[in-house]
């Protein structure tokens, strides 16, 4: 975690999930201000009990009087039922408040909430996050952001308090684009990862052995850093979903459409995950590609 978190602020933070929970917990503990909203309440009582903040019942509630507004919530969907309307943050927010997205979604989106928050007077941020469940608990995300550079200037030093690199990377949308290259990327280290792991138990090798060693080598990535050993194990009932990377995977789809690129390596190992879904694994971690490869 970054020490240089700025001069306290009044903020909010609306979705206590696994990724945003500890995220509103970092901005309390470094000593901001913050008002919580989370559709399931106890959720949001059970964070307040941990730290210091007040609970809203609305996500306008939460963002009143705030200078901050963040989300973290699932996709789309969710990002407008919690920033329109009358219950919704942009009502509350006033003054030269600043909105920012930390959910995974479409750069569509980013741009139409972008609009809507200028039209009202507010700055919008586009802010997905790279790390994990482990990345939001320890303050050391990856935050790639889409704004006005005078948005990025004010939310940056607050953002650092849960991230260890934040960056920005040019106008509305841009965020969430960085963040589709992440997922496509991630997608490919993955299914090789599994290959590798899956070929090297039929040759009779002792896996942990063999990541240590290609791990100081050219091979190295987080994913093998952080999964393969739970990959030897056959342990995956944690982490990043495997229905959250297929909804990711379906974003870059929708992008890719647009701009012409070409994804063929994304959509087979998108078509894997499906079958990890047919097995029950929805909720496994995305490493679980290697369970497709073993004899069960």
């Known amino acids: 975690m970054n020490d240089n978190v700025g001069a306290s602020k009044n903020v909010a933070f609306v979705g206590l999930g696994v990724m945003g929970y500890p995220m509103a917990g970092h901005l309390a503990n470094t000593g901001h201000v913050v008002a919580v909203y989370n559709r399931t309440r106890a959720r949001a009582d059970q964070w307040a009990t941990e730290y210091s903040g007040r609970v809203a019942d609305t996500p306008a509630a939460a963002a009143n009087g705030a200078d901050l507004v963040f989300a973290c919530v699932g996709a789309d969907d969710d990002l407008r039922a919690i920033l329109y309307g009358d219950d919704g943050a942009l009502a509350g927010m006033s003054g030269s408040a600043i909105f920012i ?54 939310a940056e030093p607050v953002m650092q308090c849960y991230s260890r690199n934040v960056t920005h990377m040019g106008e509305a949308g841009n965020g969430q684009l960085t963040k589709m290259v992440n997922q496509l990327c991630i997608a490919g280290i993955v299914q090789g990862l599994a290959e590798g792991i899956n070929f090297a138990q039929h040759a009779g090798l002792d896996g942990e052995r063999v990541l240590d060693v290609i791990s100081k080598g050219a091979a190295q990535s987080w994913q093998m850093e952080n999964r393969g050993s739970t990959m030897l194990k056959g342990e995956f009932e944690f982490g990043f979903a495997t229905d959250w990377m297929r909804k990711d995977l379906g974003l870059c789809f929708e992008e890719a459409k647009k701009n012409g690129a070409l994804l063929p390596m994304a959509m087979l190992v998108d078509q894997f995950y499906a079958h990890v879904q047919q097995r029950g694994g929805g909720r496994w971690d995305t490493s679980s590609l290697i369970h497709l490869l073993q004899k069960i």
Do not use: C, I, K, Y
Not at 129 to 139: E, F, I, K, P
């Open 101 to 154: 997205d930390h959910t995974t979604d479409s750069a569509v989106v980013a741009r139409e909430a972008d609009e809507a928050a200028r039209r009202q007077g507010f700055g919008f941020l586009d802010a997905p996050v790279s790390g994990g469940q482990a990345g939001a608990v320890n303050g050391a995300l990856t935050v790639m952001v889409g704004g006005t550079e005078e948005s990025f200037a004010t």
